[in-house]
């Protein structure tokens, strides 16, 4: 019998898409327990950034014991506060947004010298900025909307600004740079409503983007799995629309049936072939691996604009990415054997680097 991987999967976390997180994390620890082939440790992170064990996935509970991440002369341990140490040999972070999926978690996997799950450091702080994503996409000759970037604390010319966003057009959506689920977004249709979106976005992160509205959009998807020669993108997926005014938080997770989607998306082989090649090249440039889903929006006139990736996108049985690869050929199960093994590949090609200097 071969002996079973240990994974320690963390969710929850210090972000606004906190109870998203857990909903993801739910679904990926009842299938890695399902396969048999994996020791699971559960780790719920709570709203202040403590890490707590975890008997099965979920809200916080009072059984759950205090466990914290040590470096030690065993090498890295999660030291809980009673019991015996555990010395998983994947993490997988289902975090979403802040404090997750920014960079910022894997940077204390790293420091702590651990095989992890999905994009490293860089790639994780790169594809999070949206405004980075866009410029490392139009670079590529890919097709992005035109913005202004508003940062907390500079003050700026509301009137230079209104002028441009009468010449763009509205409507005009105002976001959080850094950020996901749709917080913080507002659609603005008239100048009377532009200075408040972007107060509202600043109370999310220290940047907002106000930018180009694509009005009654087609909302595509691509999902991605691999790294270098062995990346593969997915079939698209496609929202059925109408779905409300756009793909707010509501939508996308309290209204019952709130938006379904379409996988594979109704789209001609040439469009479709075109946006897994965008996609494929968006995660290239970012330096992603591991995982992400890159959408789109397709305007009324048939106009493909590349909108934003998620390197740790919703995990649930429903969501769009174990869906789109499932149309795909490949079944989730197949897709977390995958993100393990690559984990493992990414972490010794890491240590086989030199700390060295030579001579
Ligand atoms: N420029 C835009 N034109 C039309 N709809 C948009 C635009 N930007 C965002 N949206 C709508 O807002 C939703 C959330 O915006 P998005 O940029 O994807 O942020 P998040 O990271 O929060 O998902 C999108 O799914 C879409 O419905
Ligand atoms: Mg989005």
Redesign the pocket.
């Known amino acids: 019998m071969t002996e079973k991987t240990s994974v320690a999967v963390l969710y929850g976390g210090r972000s606004t898409e906190h109870e998203v997180s857990v909903h993801s994390a739910q679904t990926v620890c009842r299938l890695l327990r399902q396969s048999g082939k994996y020791d699971v440790t559960e780790i719920f992170i709570d709203r202040r950034g403590y890490w707590f064990l975890q008997k099965q996935c979920g809200p916080l509970s009072p059984d759950d014991r205090p466990v914290t991440p040590v470096i030690s002369s065993k090498g890295s341990l999660l030291l809980p506060e009673e019991g015996v140490f555990l010395k998983p040999e994947i993490y997988f972070p289902v975090l979403h947004g802040t404090n997750g999926e920014d960079g910022t978690m894997q940077g204390l996997l790293e420091t702590l010298d651990v095989a992890y799950v999905g994009c490293g450091v860089t790639a994780s702080a790169m594809a999070m900025d949206?405004e980075v994503a866009k410029v490392a996409a139009w670079k590529k000759g890919i097709p992005v909307?035109p913005y202004k970037k508003i940062s907390r604390g500079e003050s700026y010319d509301k009137a230079s600004l209104e002028n441009w966003a009468a010449q763009t057009g509205y409507?005009l959506?105002v976001?959080p740079v850094r950020?996901?689920?749709?917080?913080g977004?507002t659609?603005v249709k008239s100048v009377s409503q532009l200075h408040r979106a972007i107060e509202f976005a600043l109370r999310f992160d220290t940047d907002a983007l106000i930018?180009?509205?694509?009005e009654s959009?087609r909302?595509v998807f691509c999902a991605l799995l691999g790294e270098g020669t062995t990346l593969r993108s997915s079939l698209c997926g496609e929202l059925k629309t109408p779905?409300g005014e756009?793909?707010?938080y509501q939508a996308k997770y309290i209204t019952e049936g709130g938006c379904e989607t379409r996988v594979p998306a109704d789209l001609p082989p040439q469009m479709q072939q075109e946006i897994r090649q965008y996609s494929e090249v968006i995660f290239k440039a970012l330096r992603c691996s591991g995982l992400a889903r890159v959408?789109f929006?397709i305007g009324k006139d048939g106009k493909l604009?590349f909108?934003?990736i998620?390197t740790i996108p919703g995990l649930s049985e429903t969501s769009l990415y174990p869906q789109l690869f499932e149309a795909s050929g490949l079944s989730y199960s197949q897709v977390l054997d995958e993100l393990i093994s690559l984990a493992r590949h990414t972490w010794k090609s890491r240590r086989s680097l030199s700390v060295e200097r030579a001579g």
């Open positions: 949206k909307l409507p959506f976001k950020l996901g689920s749709s917080v977004v659609k930018e180009q509205g694509v959009p909302e779905c756009f793909f707010d959408d929006l604009w909108s934003e998620n």
